[in-house]
């Protein structure tokens, strides 16, 4: 500690920074933007959650909306509306809004472990066709009529089929402990071919009414939203989301790469294919509700990580967060911007989230020097 | 997870000098059915520095990756701390033997202080890492990098990158440390940095072995010098004996000649043009 080894170069020692007691302890301003932005999360989804209840065309006014959620829970404040409003409100409205908020959550967590495991930003459940392989296996249930688990069946194909495209990708795409993004990605677009032919497949065999339901599998919708469905989506979003800030310390230490993580200590293959099954549970639970949402797993940890830095222990319960307050938000557009029309929900994360998709895999060529 | 761990682990006692610490017995390796390493025997005890030197292919980074458990051996053994390597945990080894690798790369912009924390993660599982504030700001400051803590690191050059991940390594306060080529994308300065600071933890009492290709660094620094050739080793004894003009000219397949600095007598070693 004493021995300073040499002068050093001076442009690499701005000021002199001894073993003062202001560096022990990390900078207050790092825990206090995290803080904040968990805060800052967490205003904007109350907010927007009440907007939601109040946007559509029966008019509501949010201190209304605010008047019957403290009703509901025992709270006398303010005058709640009148029964046709509080249907709409509770019956249409707010199952919706809950589904969203359990999609966007999944989704957003499920982004931040897919790219912790593979050490890779551009891992996200829609790109490498887990989404796609989810929803091939709902629709499949769909067409062919079958329910061997009743109303758990479409969640239950969604998962195996999610389960069974992320093994593939991973087993295809890893080589000396990297992912090799050009290997990912192109995985990705054979699975999202073939699923996309199968689809297209079973899209011609089907009937009008299974016509609808595929439509809505593919282009990715909250419409369909009942309460029944947020009680099955419910404990598998919830459950997943609780679970992934356990692997937040092990997500940190595979970013050094797979041996530097297990000279530490991590058992890496073993919490690889936890964190992977954590994912497909997160990603099959929200396809099997609102079909294919893409991109909103790609994007959200990116933002976040501008905001509050790459640890996981802040990265994963805040992208599960950012994803649950933007998603409301982009599905209030969805249903209001257009209105009475609405623009399914998966076309316009697509459209806002390609672009950014394609910004950063110029931004990774580019610091990799291109892929030969 | 410190809750799962019902059963504490220990950390490993202080090693006396000459104890021997890692230890190949008879080790062979084979990729591709091409055998790479040929029943070596190695043993490094406390307190030492030892060399691993060798011309392109010999098998010097397969050899430390045997002896670190990253390569399946096809025979012999590797006892660490006593132990073979496969009936340690990955944390009880963890907290025995550091690791630099020779290639460092880290995903996402994580900030120099970040990286050399991660090193403390064996810890975690022993006291909660109680000391670890205190020990990343002493092997930031020991390697150079404490003034660009909250830098990020794809910001820094490669020589800076290189010393935070031995910081990393240095925090995690193993009595074993492997090195493999630490020096490669160093600055003349930097290379002592580093060579120092291994010379120091060996006189600390912890087991150094350390992959270099330049054989005067070797020579300078190290104990006992190890050179393979083909995947066997050659020679094994301190650098006055095994820096050897005839010995080194056949391994390396090239002229060499050993000469005496002027001052220190220090064996120089330079090929003959």
């Known amino acids: 500690m004493l021995s300073k080894v040499g002068p050093g170069p001076d442009v690499e020692r701005p000021v002199d920074v001894g073993p003062g007691p202001a560096l022990v302890a990390r900078p207050p301003t790092h825990w206090a933007r995290s803080g904040a932005l968990l805060v800052v999360l967490a205003i904007a989804l109350v907010v927007l959650v009440v907007a939601a209840g109040a946007s559509g065309a029966f008019q509501l006014s949010p201190g209304e909306v605010l008047a019957s959620i403290l009703h ?285 998709f394609f910004w950063q895999l110029r931004r990774m060529r580019s610091r990799q020097g291109g892929w030969a | 997870m410190a809750l799962r761990s019902a059963r504490r682990l220990g950390a490993p006692g202080r090693a006396s000098v000459g104890e021997v610490l890692v230890a190949a017995r008879g080790v062979g390796v084979e990729l591709g059915g091409q055998p790479i390493l040929d029943s070596v025997d190695l043993s490094v005890a406390a307190g030492e520095v030892v060399a691993l030197v060798g011309p392109n292919g010999a098998g010097k980074s397969t050899l430390l990756g045997a002896l670190t458990g990253d390569v399946a051996l096809a025979a012999g053994a590797v006892l660490v701390c006593g132990r073979a390597l496969g009936e340690w945990s990955g944390v009880e080894l963890a907290l025995r033997r550091s690791v630099l690798p020779q290639q460092v790369t880290v995903t996402f912009p994580f900030s120099v202080r970040d990286v050399v924390e991660m090193g403390r993660a064996p810890w975690v599982h022993v006291d909660g890492d109680a000391r670890g504030g205190e020990v990343v700001e002493r092997v930031m400051v020991e390697c150079d990098v404490a003034s660009m803590a909250e830098r990020q690191l794809p910001t820094l050059s490669g020589g800076e990158r290189a010393r935070v991940a031995l910081a990393r390594v240095l925090a995690q306060e193993a009595p074993i440390l492997f090195l493999d080529e630490p020096t490669a994308a160093l600055d003349l300065h930097h290379q002592e940095l580093v060579l120092g600071l291994a010379r120091a933890r060996a006189s600390a009492g912890v087991a150094v072995v350390v992959v270099l290709h330049d054989l005067a660094l070797a020579g300078a620094h190290a104990d006992r010098i190890v050179v393979l050739s083909h995947g066997r080793v050659v020679a094994d004894g301190p650098p006055a004996e095994v820096l050897d003009e005839d010995l080194l000219s056949a391994v390396y397949q090239h002229p060499i000649e050993v000469v005496p600095h002027p001052r220190t007598a220090a064996p120089l070693v330079m090929p003959r043009r």
């Open chain 1, 72 to 356: 509901r829970i025992g709270l006398d404040w303010g005058t709640p509306p009148d029964a046709l409003g509080e249907d709409v409100l509770w019956e249409i409205r707010f199952p919706r809004v809950a589904l969203t908020v359990l999609v966007g959550g999944s989704l957003g967590c499920a982004g931040a472990l897919m790219q912790g495991t593979f050490s890779n930003p551009l891992a996200e459940p829609g790109i490498i066709g887990v989404s796609s392989g989810a929803a091939l296996g709902a629709v499949l249930i769909i067409v062919s009529g079958l329910a061997p688990f009743g109303t758990w069946s479409i969640t239950a194909a969604a998962f195996v089929g999610g389960v069974t495209t992320v093994f593939v990708v991973y087993s295809a795409s890893r080589q000396n402990g990297r992912t090799e993004v050009i290997t990912m990605v192109l995985t990705g677009i054979a699975l999202n071919a073939l699923t996309g032919a199968v689809l297209g497949l079973l899209t011609y065999f089907s009937d009008d009414s299974q016509l609808r339901s595929i439509t809505f599998w593919s282009l990715g919708s909250m419409a369909q939203a009942t309460w029944p469905k947020v009680a099955v989506v419910a404990p598998l979003a919830i459950g997943g989301m609780l679970l992934a800030p356990t692997f937040s310390r092990r997500l940190d230490l595979l970013a050094l790469g797979d041996r530097p993580a297990r000279h530490l200590g991590v058992d890496v293959e073993r919490t690889r294919r936890l964190v992977l099954l954590l994912v497909a549970v997160l990603t099959a639970s929200a396809v099997a509700v609102s079909g294919q949402v893409l991109f909103v797993g790609l994007v959200i940890p990116h933002l976040v990580r501008m905001a509050a830095g790459p640890g996981h222990r802040i990265l994963v319960p805040a992208s599960g967060l950012a994803g649950a307050t933007i998603l409301v938000g982009a599905d209030l557009a969805a249903r209001t911007v257009a209105a009475p029309a609405e623009i399914p929900l998966g076309v316009l994360t697509a459209l806002v989230g390609s672009p950014f």
